[in-house]
């Protein structure tokens, strides 16, 4: 049984109670937030306790699930490795790159597991495709295409959509793809109401001469969670929304040259509906084996660098105009 402490009681910090709750092999030990009612009301609806502090919490905890405002991650996720805890902190893992730096290199030096909440690597359409792919079954990797779009969050207080939406992206096309080399992009400020970007267009150029773009803004008035995958003897397409993969290919039939605009065409699209499951349940059960088994998560501490050195980088072009080696 392992003792996990919720630091930040938001969104996302209710839905990591709800979830530790119903596991088994957890005892959701405490709820820290800012907010003392809102901690309050969490630790009652889940029968645990609301700590005043953080650090009070640590000493009755193996490990925390960090998911308070990116400009915290840093701080907190220090003081709780310098304890002795196992860390799973939100995406992105935080704000600047040399924290997490050092958030990577002090849970090394711990022998503790640092997991960063790519929640998209632990949905079922991510872990098919990443599976063809190995296997070979569409052929090779050619481009990817995302869209992650939908009307501007309440949630975000103090990030933009490159660090909020694109960096979902970002880490699922380097989980499928491999690394990043350089990095392009076009974003603006659309809704004068905030501060930061609300729409951006990425380019990311891999290391195997893969190419991936990334569409993401708050301003469509529909919610649109998808990937396409060009590949050499299939098109994919992933939903990540209904956890659905549609995989399709093509052939010509013998051409008649006098009638160019007949021309025949076999086409076969399987739509393979998968077995949901909820990715931030899979995202937490794969934490705690981690820590269980001393074995590394699937989304690493140094991945979750990686993708904020892709997302800063996105943000240095949109802000230069200029394509960013990494």
Not at 5 to 33: F, P
Request: with cysteine; net charge neutral.
């Amino acid at each position: 049984m392992i003792k996990i402490g919720i630091i930040g009681a938001g969104s996302m910090g209710k839905n990591h109670a709800r979830v530790c709750s119903e596991l088994k092999d957890v005892e959701l030990a405490g709820i820290y937030d800012v907010d003392k009612n809102t901690a309050k009301m969490v630790a009652e609806r889940f029968h645990t306790k609301a700590y005043p502090s953080y650090k009070d919490m640590l000493p009755k905890v193996d490990a925390v699930i960090i998911a308070t405002p990116t400009s915290t991650h840093f701080e907190i996720s220090q003081n709780a490795l310098t304890s002795g805890k196992h860390v799973l902190v939100e995406k992105p893992i935080c704000d600047k790159i040399q924290n997490a730096q050092i958030m990577v290199k002090k849970a090394e030096e711990k022998n503790l597991v640092l997991a960063t909440g790519h929640i998209e690597r632990h949905n079922p359409a991510v872990a098919f495709v990443k599976e063809g792919i190995q296997k070979k079954r569409f052929g090779d990797v050619i481009s990817l295409s995302s869209q992650r779009v939908s009307n501007l969050p309440g949630r975000i207080r103090d990030v933009g959509v490159i660090l909020d939406f694109g960096v979902h992206d970002i880490d699922v096309m380097r989980f499928l793809s491999g690394e990043v080399i350089s990095v392009y992009a076009k974003g603006g400020v659309y809704t004068k109401k905030i501060r930061y970007e609300d729409h951006a267009t990425i380019v990311l150029n891999f290391e195997n001469d893969v190419c991936g773009v990334l569409e993401v803004n708050w301003l469509t008035p529909i919610k649109i969670r998808k990937i396409f995958l060009t590949c050499s003897e299939q098109f994919v397409e992933m939903n990540y929304i209904d956890q659905s993969v549609t995989v399709s290919s093509s052939c010509f039939k013998a051409v008649d040259e006098m009638d160019l605009y007949h021309v025949p065409m076999q086409f076969t699209s399987n739509h393979i509906a998968l077995e949901r499951k909820e990715p931030l349940k899979n995202e937490i059960q794969d934490f705690i084996h981690a820590v269980n088994s001393h074995k590394k998560p699937l989304a690493t501490g140094h991945d979750g660098l990686m993708a904020l050195r892709i997302a800063q980088g996105a943000l240095e072009s949109y802000k230069t105009g200029e394509v960013i080696k990494l």
